[in-house]
């Protein structure tokens, strides 16, 4: 009787896992048509772009100006020749030409150069105006001395009278 039930237990395992595989791999069959079917949805959606005149259009809408860079160009050109006309036109208008004896002593960097060429509105920042002798490689050539310069003169004159090679 032990013999009957362990074959029966055996037999009744067999079966079971019988079945098990017989749905497992009928059903497999069926799952990749399924899953295929999901891919190819998702495959098919498409990122659009919107067009240059959309974008433009979206950004004047949100208070942005937009320009080519041609455009950019043309207008800061504008830009930069009217603040030199009217430069000129100011010291030119008035008639009167402000000169200036620049007292060089010796110790003095170019930002106290341009502390007093400021003062004397030759110049319009005397750090700018420090930086950029310093980039052009000038800040050794000043040397103690009285120079003469005036409203007149062009900044690169104004530089070269100063600050001798």
Do not use: C
């Not at 059903?27 to 772009?49: E, F, G, L, Y």
């Not at 067009?51 to 800061?76: C, D």
């Not at 502390?115 to 103690?144: C, Q, T, W």
């Amino acid at each position: 009787m032990r013999f009957n039930l362990l074959s029966s237990f055996a037999a009744g395992l067999f079966l079971a896992t019988s079945i098990s595989g017989v749905v497992y791999f009928t059903n497999k069959s069926d799952a990749p048509k399924a899953s295929s079917a999901k891919n190819s949805v998702n495959t098919a959606s498409i990122n659009v772009q919107p067009s240059e005149k959309e974008m433009k259009n979206k950004l004047v809408s949100a208070g942005y100006i937009v320009q080519t860079k041609a455009e950019y160009n043309k207008n800061l050109n504008n830009a930069k020749s009217s603040a030199q006309k009217g430069s000129t036109k100011d010291n030119k208008s008035n008639g009167t030409v402000t000169r200036v004896i620049i007292n060089v002593a010796d110790g003095m960097t170019s930002i106290d150069v341009g502390r007093m060429l400021e003062s004397a509105k030759i110049v319009p920042n005397a750090f700018n105006f420090s930086k950029d002798i310093e980039g052009k490689g000038l800040e050794n050539s000043l040397r103690p001395g009285v120079y003469a310069v005036d409203s007149s003169m062009s900044y690169d004159q104004v530089v070269s009278t100063i600050f001798k090679k």
